[in-house]
């Protein structure tokens, strides 16, 4: 059975940070390309940042310079280092891993970004 957990998130004041970790299980992780989207209410689910089995990174241009993603292959999981963040970050972050036609989502960690 293939799992992907999400967790970190929470409720952060503008400007402040949280770190987001996505533990894999059931699938060989260090193969996968992983990645982080988000999604608030009524609108689709968005590309934040994905890393690939060799370390290439993606981000978002809203997230450039801001966010970090990176994983550790021998604790299967992929992080993401959120800083300065804003309101307009606030959502439902997923984690995410692909290989070929294998695609597989996590259930989803809350970031609130509010004063």
């Known amino acids: 059975q293939v799992q992907l957990v999400e967790s970190g998130g929470g409720l952060v004041q503008p400007g402040g940070s949280l770190r987001l970790s996505c533990v894999g299980s059931?699938?060989?992780?260090?193969?996968?390309?992983m990645g982080w989207y988000r999604q608030v209410p009524g609108k689709q689910r968005e590309l934040v940042a994905a890393?690939?089995?060799?370390?290439?990174?993606n981000y978002a241009d809203s997230v450039k310079g801001r966010f970090t993603i990176s994983r550790d292959n021998a604790k299967n999981t992929v992080f993401l280092q959120m800083n300065s963040l804003k309101p307009e970050d606030a959502a439902v972050y997923y984690c995410?891993?692909?290989?070929?036609?294998?695609?597989?989502w996590g259930q989803g960690t809350q970031v609130t970004v509010s004063s």
């Open positions: 890393i690939g089995s060799g370390g290439i990174t």
């Open positions: 995410n891993g692909v290989r070929g036609s294998y695609v597989y």
């Open positions: 059931g699938i060989i992780f260090s193969i996968y390309y």
